[in-house]
Nanobody, 116 residues
């Protein structure tokens, strides 16, 4: 079992920056950020492998978001900059084991609202 706890969401102005954190109860193969806007399905934002630190991004956030990890704290971060209205969503932290293709562990979510 893995417990995930997100933090760092809030209200930010258009073009502003915000950093989200996700603390895990133990290290796990891969962690990722997803988001879900009202009336839309949950979508992948960015992910990182715990060993090696290889990161991947959705096209919509490339160049604006950076995912990173701090192994000692078992924490994943999402640095978001140049935020757009369409970035408004509940952001979820997910994690999966090496043998699984699906993310089986989820945090409770944190709201990010981009306003003008």
């Amino acid at each position: 079992q893995v417990q995930l706890v997100e933090s760092g969401g809030g209200l930010v102005q258009l073009g502003g920056s915000l950093t989200l954190s996700c603390g895990a109860s133990r290290q796990i193969n891969r962690m990722a950020w997803f988001r879900q806007a009202p009336g839309k399905e949950r979508e992948f934002v960015a992910g990182i492998n715990w060993a090696g630190g290889t990161a991947t991004y959705a096209d919509s956030v490339k160049g604006r978001f950076t995912v990173s990890k701090e192994s000692a704290d078992k924490t994943m971060y999402l640095q978001m900059s140049n935020l757009k209205r369409e970035d408004t969503a509940v952001y979820y932290c997910g994690a999966r084991n090496a043998w699984s293709q699906e993310y089986g562990y989820w945090g409770q979510g944190t709201q990010v609202t981009v306003s003008s």
